[in-house]
């Protein structure tokens, strides 16, 4: 009998190097760092939560762990085994899944493409039967077996690709923005499939990114904050949450004059100021603020009349997990490092 890994999942200073090649020769060519000493340790049972701003390196990780990309540095292992010397056997044990992308051919039936996907895994036809039956009864899509998935919509090609994903029984799934551009209803029973096979499968692991904060707290077990190519954090949500129990959050709105209130002396210079994160708009500018204290709100809204900006409304709130983000990262999820996200889109 086999012996399970100690985790589902672990990094041991992982790093990762792009080189950029110079516009006219070979020695013009810079260094970008995407992982720099990645160290990290997922159990088996977790859903595992990873987030970071666009080029902040979640790509490059999940890549390296897929088997899709060499470490330049560190050692990887899923399940126990290498993904960098023995890549084959890792791809037995994963499973990927990505938003918006489409899996499969357009001409072939979901069904069709479903038992295309199984039996390129070698698995056996009563194994496969019983599972796709079971599977697209729970996602819905059982309904849809005989259509071609160039008719789906986007929703119904995202349950295919979870049907897919999962399909194999692997013991660790990489959901990689699973729910992007699905529509509420959809996006809500994509998460619930993800709760109830976590469920049914308690020995088994996902390891999730996402832009969508709230889905991040909803569902992981822990998470990863990841910037600039490090790990900043490791927790659960909620005790990442209490960090910032001691501080004071603020929603303003103001009606800039003339200059954006962003403009002038920062924000972050008033006294008591932790954190302000500005979200431009066509009629009015919305400022996330954290503060030490809340007698240090005055001394911010007099820095934004002095710099002509008008209060529109103000709402004093609990921390989020955006808000923990933003604290540690000093920017919102949305909000990309551009030069290494085109690198990780290009890789």
């Known amino acids: 009998m086999a012996v399970q890994a100690a985790h589902a999942i672990q990094t041991t200073g992982v790093g990762r190097v792009y080189k950029i090649r110079g516009p006219k020769k070979k020695s013009d060519a810079k260094e970008l760092i995407a992982l720099k000493d990645v160290n990290l340790e997922v159990p088996y049972g977790e859903l595992f939560g990873l987030l970071g701003p666009n080029g902040a390196g979640k790509t490059t990780l999940i890549k390296i762990l897929c088997t899709l990309l060499l470490p330049t540095s560190g050692t990887a292992l899923v399940d126990g085994v290498n993904v960098a010397t023995h890549p084959q056997e890792a791809r037995r044990r994963i499973s990927m899944v990505s938003g918006g992308e489409t899996s499969g051919f357009g001409l072939l039936t979901v069904e069709e493409n479903l038992w295309m996907f199984a039996r390129l895994y070698g698995m056996d036809n009563k194994v496969v039967r019983d599972r796709l039956n079971e599977m697209m009864e ?60 976590m469920t049914d499968h ?8 996402t832009h969508y904060m709230a889905e991040a707290d909803d569902l992981c077990d822990r998470l990863a904050i990841i910037d600039k190519g490090q790990l900043l954090t490791v927790d659960t949500p909620e005790n990442l949450k209490k960090r910032l129990q001691q501080s004071a959050i603020f929603n303003l709105r103001v009606q800039p004059v003339g200059d954006k209130p962003r403009d ?35 001394g911010v809204l007099a820095h934004l009349s002095a710099r002509g900006s008008s209060l529109i409304a103000l709402e004093k709130r609990e921390p989020s997990l955006e808000d923990v983000f933003i604290s540690l990262v000093g920017r919102r999820l949305d909000q990309d490092t551009t030069e290494l996200s085109k690198v990780e889109l290009e890789a």
Do not use: Y
């Not at 692997?170 to 992007?180: A, Q």
């Not at 308690?202 to 990114?209: A, Q």
């Open 264 to 298: 002038g002396a920062r924000i972050e210079n008033v006294p008591g100021v932790q954190n302000a994160v500005f979200h431009d708009g066509t009629e009015f500018t919305e400022i996330n603020l954290s503060l030490e204290r809340d007698d240090a709100l005055p």
């Open 138 to 197: 729970i996602v819905g899509i059982a309904d849809r077996r005989r259509t071609k998935i160039s008719d789906l919509s986007t929703g119904l090609r995202q349950k295919m690709n979870f049907v897919r994903g999962f399909l194999t029984d692997p013991t660790v799934v990489f959901l990689d923005e699973p729910t992007l551009g699905l529509d509420v209803t959809a996006a809500r029973e994509v998460r619930s499939f993800v709760r109830q096979w």
């Open 202 to 209: 308690p020995d088994r692991t996902v390891l999730l990114t």
